[in-house]
């Protein structure tokens, strides 16, 4: 066990964490910004993998991995309209919508993978990570955290952004008030649907580049069905983090050092069955859960469509 | 009711009344079937209009899907073993939807539940016999069944969203489940990890000369019960009446948290009857990381039919026939099997905007009792020949 804590394994530990908690952070924030507003959106793992396609497809034919991205935050925003026009201009059921929107694109995006290339999977050339001069120098956080791509950082600026945004500002409270109290918000003047419109289009731009990350800087391909649950992953963070953004960034590093625990304590020369680890996190949750009783706090009008003057 | 009525006299308002209100229940009673085929026809449609942008004859494909799933015997026994699995975790949704408790963990249910029963049943078959097999039925049931206290807890106690914690233990279900093949039930045998085959005689019983088992008899016979259980019995009204408003349920002296827990315990034991009889009917034998994922594929089945048990039997047999001969027909078409996911969320989307519609058009129109309406008609056209 002496060799757990040496340097090259807690590198390989905590720059797994960061590679793969991105994903699942952006699209929970997402998910908290979309469940603020009073839409509980399931379909976040389809919206990932619409994004997923649409930043390999630009990143392969493009070769540029911002391009990916941007086309990672353009098809997720594509699935997000489907949301927005059947859950909030037109007041369908949330739930069953979020789930046929996760089975097509599932089904969509392997389908046209499948007619484009068939069996192959091509590859993208490498992305050109980003090296902070003086802070990579420093053992094990230096070359885990701060040799990154940029998207890392942008990331983690995007959740100090919305938390900025849903406590400080007046569509923080607007959105916030779309999802406690419609009606109030409504009587205030300001546009429930415009409200939650905005907000699904950004947890669907968030869940795309999520997705996008996924595909062009992860994997470097993509794979059908790549997400494998990190879109159920997001929402189950963002509920437990309660509306508190913060908290996104936490949870999600915690996921990620379970996600790359398998792999360092492989280095560390300690075989570990990874359907262990992958229980790891989900049964903390459980556990707290049950010996905390904390109710997981939800907005009052989640899930439910706002009807103009319905008591 | 017909015959306390008493004969009417040609001339009387009941008479004229009669046959016009017997055409609007005639329409009233075939809307639901309508507001179920419309969206199954456009989402048919729409997934041809996508076969045709991928250059594929979707004429072809459907005419694939037809003669692999329905039309050879050997498709349609494929597709009858395979409607019993799917009825299974049907009924299992229809219990927790219709208390209005969303179980999205029905994956790990069934996986769960498969494992203990793939792993235990080669031993427990070879000396009970047939016993053995009713056994692990009910192991299935009790698995699938225990694998939902957790939630039904945490929502009963502290109203902890149900989403949430259906979702996690499918997670964990999932993975132990895997764990669990890997480790205690694993095989002596060489190759993919799994466990002991349930060698073929050993296995469910067939139907006559076919190759299909009794599965679908069991899978029937909850269907038609649990039809009976929701609509005619205390039991069944409750879980309603819990769904539909639980303070009202409250109200009525009922017991939203024991219901809870009963309703969450059904569904996972229906679900976890389906991975048994599937373990015991189909396969034999889990091979590590099997996942078939029926558990979100029944979900919108169970809405299309709107969580009533019968209808819920056709939707699963036209979904069983697409997904056996969706099998063979993406292959020829040289497509990924994945195309049935898009056909089944295409139907989804598709429901609710026929909902959407109905409830549209039922706004439009102004609600005035019918016998006014005559009336107000009536006088009108007095005054106009006046």
């Known amino acids: 066990m002496s060799d757990l804590f040496t340097e090259p394994v807690l590198t390989a530990l905590i720059a797994g964490a960061v590679l793969s908690m991105m994903p699942i952070m952006l699209a929970a924030l997402g998910e908290s910004i979309s469940e603020q507003a009073g839409v509980l959106n399931v379909g976040l793992e389809g919206m990932m993998l619409f994004g997923a396609y649409a930043g390999f497809n630009a990143a392969y034919y493009l070769h540029s991995s911002w391009l990916g991205l941007l086309a990672g935050a353009l098809g997720g925003m594509l699935a997000a309209v489907v949301m927005v026009v059947l859950c909030v201009q037109m007041r369908l059921d949330q739930i069953v919508v979020g789930v046929a929107l996760f089975l097509f694109g599932e089904g969509v995006t392997s389908l046209l993978h499948g007619a484009q290339f068939g069996t192959d999977y091509p590859r993208i050339g490498d992305v050109v990570e980003l090296k902070i001069p003086a802070l990579s120098e420093i053992p094990v956080v230096g070359e885990s955290i701060f040799h990154a791509h940029p998207i890392v950082y942008i990331g983690i600026a995007l959740v100090l952004g919305a938390r900025w945004m849903l406590k400080s500002t007046s569509l923080g409270l607007s959105l916030r008030a779309a999802g406690e109290t419609p009606a109030a918000l409504d009587a205030a003047g300001v546009d429930v649907t415009r409200t939650r419109t905005l907000a699904v289009l950004a947890c669907g731009a968030l869940a795309g580049i999520g997705g996008g990350y996924m595909a062009v800087i992860s994997a470097g391909t993509f794979t059908p069905m790549m997400t494998q649950g990190a879109g159920f992953i997001a929402i189950v963070l963002a509920m437990l983090a309660r509306g508190k953004v913060l908290w996104v960034i936490g949870l999600s590093f915690l996921f990620g050092i379970s996600l790359s625990i398998s792999t360092a304590l492989q280095l560390a020369g300690i075989r570990i069955s990874t359907d262990v680890v992958t229980i790891l996190p989900y049964a903390t949750v459980i556990v707290v859960l049950i010996l905390f009783a904390r109710r997981s706090y939800l907005p009052s009008a989640l899930a439910l469509p706002y009807f103009r003057g319905e008591r | ?386």
């Open chain 2, 1 to 386: 009711m017909t015959t306390a009525t008493p004969p009417a006299t040609p001339g009387s308002p009941a008479a004229v009344d009669a046959p016009a209100s017997r055409g609007v229940d005639l329409r009233a009673r075939l809307e639901p079937i309508w507001q179920a085929i419309i969206p199954v026809v456009l989402a048919i449609i729409a997934s041809g209009l996508l076969l045709v942008i991928l250059g594929r004859n979707p004429f072809d494909f459907y005419d694939a899907i037809l003669q692999n799933g329905l039309l050879t015997d050997f498709g349609l026994q494929q597709s009858i073993t395979r409607m019993a699995t799917l009825l299974l975790i049907g009924a299992g949704l229809i219990v927790a939807f219709r208390a209005n408790l969303w179980n999205l963990g029905g994956d790990g249910q069934w996986l769960l539940a498969a494992a203990f029963v793939a792993g235990l049943a080669p031993s427990v078959v070879e000396s009970l016999g047939d016993l053995g097999l009713a056994v692990m039925i009910v192991v299935g049931a009790v698995v699938g069944a225990l694998w939902t206290v957790v939630p039904a807890f945490l929502k009963a106690e502290y109203g902890v969203n149900e989403i949430i914690t259906t979702l996690m233990m499918n997670f964990i279900g999932i993975a132990l489940a895997n764990i669990l093949v890997k480790g205690p039930f694993l095989t002596d045998r060489p190759g993919v990890p799994r466990t002991d085959i349930l060698p073929l005689e050993d296995r469910l019983p067939l139907i006559g000369d076919t190759q299909v088992h009794v599965g679908i008899v069991i899978a029937l016979v909850v269907m038609v019960a649990l039809h009976w259980m929701l609509t005619r019995t205390p039991l069944g009204l409750r879980l309603r009446v819990l769904g539909a408003n639980p303070r009202a349920a409250v109200h009525l002296g009922l017991r939203p948290k024991r219901l809870t827990f009963i309703a969450f315990a059904a569904s996972g034991a229906l679900i976890g009857m389906s991975g048994a009889v599937s373990m015991l009917g189909d396969w034999g034998s889990f091979r590590a990381d099997f996942n078939p994922a029926y558990g979100f594929l029944i979900v919108p089945l169970v809405f299309l039919a709107r969580m009533n048990a019968l209808a819920t039997i056709a939707f699963v047999a036209l979904f069983a026939v697409i997904q056996i001969g969706g099998d063979t027909a993406t292959r020829q078409a040289e497509l990924p099997t994945d195309f049935i996911l898009v056909l089944v969320g295409l139907l989804l989307f598709f429901m609710t905007i026929t909902e959407f519609v109905r409830i549209r058009r039922a706004r439009r129109v102004a609600f005035v009792p019918r016998g006014l309406a005559e009336g107000v008609k009536a006088t009108a056209a007095r005054k106009g020949s006046a």
